[in-house]
């Protein structure tokens, strides 16, 4: 499905930030950054252009080939895996910030990687996340079509109980980017430091 929609010539979700990224983005030390299920690029090219060192993961080559041309496009380099996260492994102690912008994934595969999350935030590192919530299959304006891969804040507060949370939130706000998600979203939103 995702090396299909990468494929076309449009970005599927745009050139532009997600918005709550740009929101929060003052939050982020500065340093080496990890996109989760980045896609087509467009939050890891915003970071690099704000001077942060990016890797970006996600599983569709499409994808990934599409986000080193935007980096091109806006002159910035970032770095990037061609791996699906069961296999990826995210190094303990690395990354200065994580951010996972709509990573959904099955549950068991989901805990996992928010344990390798705790793990791999470096002492003062930060999580930086949005998700859909379970609320969102009512607005069907994007995201996943079952209920078992949305997120909610209670369920992301105990998976990441080790971290000392900046900013967490649900709420229905409009969501603009592309042609797949455009309108009003359900969202969980979570900012969170490894102290």
Known sequence: MWDERYSKDEYAYGTEPNEFLVQFCDSIPKGKVLCLAEGEGRNAVYLAEQGYHVLAVDASRPGIEKAQ??????????????????????????????????????PELRIKVHQQVVKGLKPGGVLLLEAYTPEQLNYKTGGPPVVEMMMQLDQLLQEFKELKVIHAKQLVRD???GMYHTGSGAVVQLVAVKE
């Open 69 to 106: 041309r935007l980096a091109s496009m806006k002159n910035v380099h970032i770095d990037t895996v061609v791996e699906d996260l069961k296999e990826f492994q995210i190094e303990e102690g690395e990354f200065d910030a994580i951010v996972s912008i709509f990573c959904h994934l099955p």
């Open 175 to 177: 969501v603009v980017e």
